[in-house]
Nanobody, 122 residues
Framework: QVQVVESGGGLVQAGGSLRLSCTAS????????IEWYRQAPRKPRELVAS????????YADSVVKGRFIISRDGANDTVYLQMSSLEPEDTAVYYC???????????????WGQGTLVTVSS
């Protein structure tokens, strides 16, 4: 039905930057919201940032601390998470979740991507 694909993870030194990408495709009638979560080893998954189709961005301030920016490229329906000043504590699998109205059933559903690993070395 709907596929969510993340990319852009990798290994970076502390203080460095990475840009994650998230694309949702398939049977989408209405795009509502994209959320980025992360899950570090032995910790629960936590919300990092979200962006509505209308352009409203919100951030988990305790996580982001002014270092991340979420944005969209409307031409290719890709949502980015630009991460700067990365710290070892940012090491986690980053997941994208898309909230959409599915065109085949005209109902709201949420779909997760498979995650992309970000490793920040000290």
């Amino acid at each position: 039905q709907v596929q969510v694909v993340e990319s852009g993870g990798g290994l970076v030194q502390a203080g460095g930057s990475l840009r994650l990408s998230c694309t949702a495709s398939g049977s989408i009638y209405i795009r509502d919201i994209i959320e980025w979560y992360r899950q570090a080893p032995r910790k629960p998954r936590e919300l990092v940032a979200s962006l509505t189709e209308g352009g409203r961005a919100t951030y988990a301030d305790s996580v982001v601390k002014g270092r991340f920016i979420i944005s969209r490229d409307g031409a290719n329906d890709t949502v980015y998470l630009q991460m700067s000043s990365l710290e070892p504590e940012d090491t986690a699998v980053y997941y994208c979740k898309a909230g959409v109205v599915v065109s085949t059933i005209f109902q709201y559903r949420e779909f997760w991507g498979q995650g992309t690993l970000v490793t920040v070395s000290s």
